[in-house]
Structure formats: C-alpha cells, structure tokens
C-alpha cells in the first residue's frame, strides 16, 4: 500500500486497476473489479464484445488470448461519472473459486489493468468526490463491524448523516469569521459596534454547544465502533478464567482447581448490552519459580498496562485478609493503585457469604465506605451461578459512560481528537472575544477551529493521513 496520498495519486493517474472483490475461495459467485479509463475495453476484448450498456447485466463467456473459456458469468458496465470511483467501472461476475477468478483476473491484467492496491477503489471515490473522508470510513467500518448496532451506525455516516452535522457547523463557523472580519476591517462603522452588541457572542456559544453535541455523539460512535479492552487480573484461582466463560457465554477458557492453570493471556470479543468488549485473561499474579508462569505473568502485566478496564477479580472467601481491603490488594497485585477511571473491583464466590447483596460482609463498614468515597466499585459476582453478571455489564457500560441512541452514527478516534481541538479553538475565541475584544485574535481561533473541523471530512487532510486511512482497507474496496 502506498505510503500517502501523493503515492495514490501518482498510481492512479490514468491507470486502470482490478481486483478480486469478494472473498476468496469456495462460492457461488465472484467478482473482479475494474476501474479506469481502459476498464470497458478491456471487458470488451475479454468477452470479445464490441461494447456493453450502461446499467445492463449482459450474459458473456470471458475467453483467453488463444480463444479458450475461462469462465461465464455476467459484466455490468458503470460508466463515468455515474459509478462509485467516478471513473468507468467494470463488474465481472464469475463463478466463485479460487482457480478460476486467479485465472480471469491475470487475463485482466494481460489486457492492460494493474492489481489495485489497498483502499484504492475507495480513494479514488473519495479523489474523485464522491465520497468524502467520512462515508470512505464508515466503508471499512460496515465491513469490520462487529455489532448489528456498529454495522447501522456505520451505514448511517455512510449516507452522509454524520457529514451533514460536520458541514452544518462548518457553514456555521464561515458564517462566524465573516461576521469577525467584517468587524475587523469597517470598525468605524456608525452606530454599530460588532463584537460588542452580543450577535457574535451568541452565535459563538450555538456553535460550542452543538459541537459538544456532535462530540458527545461520536464517544459514543467510536466506542460502538473500537468497543474496550478489558483485562482480568487478579491472583491464582481467584475465578478470572470463570468469568471470561461466564462474559462469553461458552467454555473458552481451561478452569481446574490448580493454581496457575492459565498461563498465558487468553483474548475473547463479545458483544454485551451492545458495547463490544475485547477480553483479556491473565495468569494469576503471584511469585513463582516456574519459568513458564513467571513468562505469563509477564505478558500480564503487559496486558494490565495496556487496558482501557481493569478488573480486579478476587476470591470473597481467602484472598482478602482481616485487616486488609480490596485497594490494599490492588496495590499489592499491581505496584500501585490504578486510577478510579480504570480499576473495576470484582467479587467473586459471592454465593458462598450469607448476604450477597451487602458489601459490609466482606470488608467491613467502615472499609467499604472509605473505598467508595475513593471513587471505587465493586461488583458483586458469583461465577458458578451467574449471579451479578448482569449488574458487572451495566456498571461497565457506566463506566466508559456507553449509552449510544438508537440514531448513534460510527465514529473514530481521530474524529474526537479533531472535534475536541475545535472546541478548544472555539473556548479560546470565547475567551478573546468576551474578556479581551481582541477581534484579530478571535479570527485566528475560529480558522483554527475550522481547519481542526476539516479534517473529519478530508477538506484539510495531511497525504500521511489518508495513506493510513486507507491502507486499512482491504483490497477491492
């Protein structure tokens, strides 16, 4: 894949490209992809057509160079501007196999096409607007989506629902640095004094709320989309390996009574409650003289570090002493107390105390209290029963604040990281204009915060960037 979109663009240029667009292997039906100007000449020289209907399934056999049959299928002709790559665009529906779509598609490629490489029917849309960066996106996130909730938010931002909103607020912000030029460049205007009469300033504060609207939308977007790593931690037999089979709903991980039975992480993807979450279980932390569990718990401590959620699971009925709590326990297992943000403290074998609903049963009043005024939870569990399974997904939804509506539209990181320094730029204009009435200021911010806006949609774009975006892709796409 090319490095940046100064590579793609040097690819393209008038080349024609082709490649396999559905899966490989055993199927009923595959289909090869061509794009460019040369893409109708060479179906035409294929099948030995003299040409193809715009629009119309045409039934042909797809010949060798020395008039042998490769296969038959049908070719739809699409031709410029009305196609997804805004170029002619050739579809070859063959049967599905391996042998054969190898076959016909090195006769394309004896005909004048090149391999496509990845992403590159999707930036050629993109370079050729008829799509823009969102919606190219929100292709790749369709494909990889792991939800039905993922997969119709991605549909949505495909549709353009989410470019709207951008667009909404970037004619907003054009608007608004016009209204400041114009009070920069006629500041004698008679009877009229613009950064003070209150227009700009109201106009500016609809503006930051909508963005933080947009903004609260996508968090919710892009974690429907990436969902949360969440790790198990905890000592040996603590119930670590339950509780994944419990999240998952299936046996995926080996439990047996002996401690260091996990000794490597075990990952698992589940979707709960619509939030999808990546699961890691660990080997149980503990000092050891086996170089193989000393080697797991290694990668656990890597895998620790690396969580979005970490949860603390331990054993209610041995792994909490008399005068100890669970944040003590933290501490030892970890070297340090993880912040509240990511630290989710699990109970298990809740089913053995007399009362499973009372956290005082196993800390302690006046323990549990003082860790609940830290900002910690706890979660009471019962891996052998099932029991608080259900709470522990709500209050992990609750954590990471998921909550998506049902109008949610797919989002990724960069989008927040691009809307949060919009609304950083918008606070700072705010802030010149109400406190300082530094007029040229306030124009400086607001074409930081639209160039920051941009980005979201590719108007401003680095080449490294939609290198990257669509390097992600898989090829014929």
């Keep these: 894949m090319p490095n940046d979109s100064s590579e793609l663009n040097e690819l393209s240029g008038l080349t024609t490209i082709a490649a396999i667009a559905t899966p490989l292997g ?27 209907t ?19 299928g049908l070719v739809l002709y ?6 997804f790559t805004g170029e002619d665009v050739i579809e070859l529906q063959g049967h599905g196999g391996l042998i054969l779509q190898n076959q016909l598609l090195a006769r394309v490629f004896e005909l004048g096409a090149r391999q496509a490489s990845a992403g590159e029917f999707s930036y050629r849309a993109f370079d050729n607007d008829k799509l823009d960066l969102v919606q190219a996106e929100a292709i790749a996130d369709a494909i990889d989506a792991t939800s039905a909730a993922a997969a119709s938010s991605a549909i949505r931002s495909l549709s353009g629902e989410f470019s709207q909103k951008i667009n909404h607020l970037l004619e907003q912000l054009i608007h608004l640095r016009l209204h400041v030029e114009a009070a920069i460049d006629f500041p004698d205007e008679e009877d009229v004094d613009f950064l003070s009469d209150g ?3 109201s106009k500016l504060e609809q503006t930051q709320a909508q963005i933080q609207q947009v903004l609260a939308t996508a968090k919710q977007g892009q974690l429907l989309r990436d969902g949360i790593h969440v790790v198990l931690a905890g000592r040996p037999n603590a119930g670590k390996s339950s509780l994944l089979n419990r999240l998952a709903g299936q046996e995926r991980a080996i439990v047996t009574e002996v401690a260091g039975t996990t000794r490597d992480t075990l990952h698992e993807t589940v979707v709960l409650n619509g939030l999808t979450l990546h699961l890691t279980d660990t080997a149980g932390l503990r000092d050891t003289e086996d170089m193989v569990e000393r080697i797991g ?32 326990l933290a501490e030892q297992l970890f070297g340090e107390l993880p912040d509240t943000k990511r630290l989710l403290i699990i109970a298990n074998k809740s089913d053995l105390l007399n009362d499973t609903t009372s956290l005082s049963t196993m800390s302690g009043d006046s323990k549990m209290t003082a860790m609940q005024q830290a900002g910690y939870e706890q979660v009471n569990v019962s891996c052998e029963t099932g029991t608080g399974i259900e709470t522990l997904v709500e209050v992990l939804c609750a954590k990471v604040g998921f909550h998506p509506p049902e109008n949610s539209l797919i989002a990724r990181t960069r989008h927040l990281d691009a809307l949060r320094r919009t609304a950083n730029y918008l606070a700072e204009a705010h802030d010149q204009l109400t406190v300082f009435q530094a007029g040229e200021l306030v124009a400086e911010s607001l074409r930081q915060a639209q160039l920051s806006l941009s980005e979201i949609t590719g108007a401003f774009s680095a080449d490294d960037l939609l290198g990257k975006i669509f390097g992600s892709f898989c090829i014929g796409k």
């Design 26 to 52: 055993r199927g009923g039906v595959g289909i090869i992809r061509l794009s460019g100007a040369k893409a109708h000449a060479i179906a035409c020289q294929l099948t030995e057509k003299s040409a193809f």
């Design 54 to 72: 715009p629009r119309l399934a045409s039934f042909c056999r797809f010949y060798q160079a020395d008039g042998t049959v490769i296969d038959e």
């Design 78 to 83: 699409f031709k410029t501007p009305h196609s």
């Design 199 to 201: 227009v700009i300033q």
């Design 297 to 328: 718990i290694e990668r656990a401590r890597t895998a620790i570090k690396q969580a979005d959620i970490l949860l603390m699971v331990y054993d209610v009925t041995r792994d909490i002493e008399d005068n100890g709590t669970p944040l003590q």
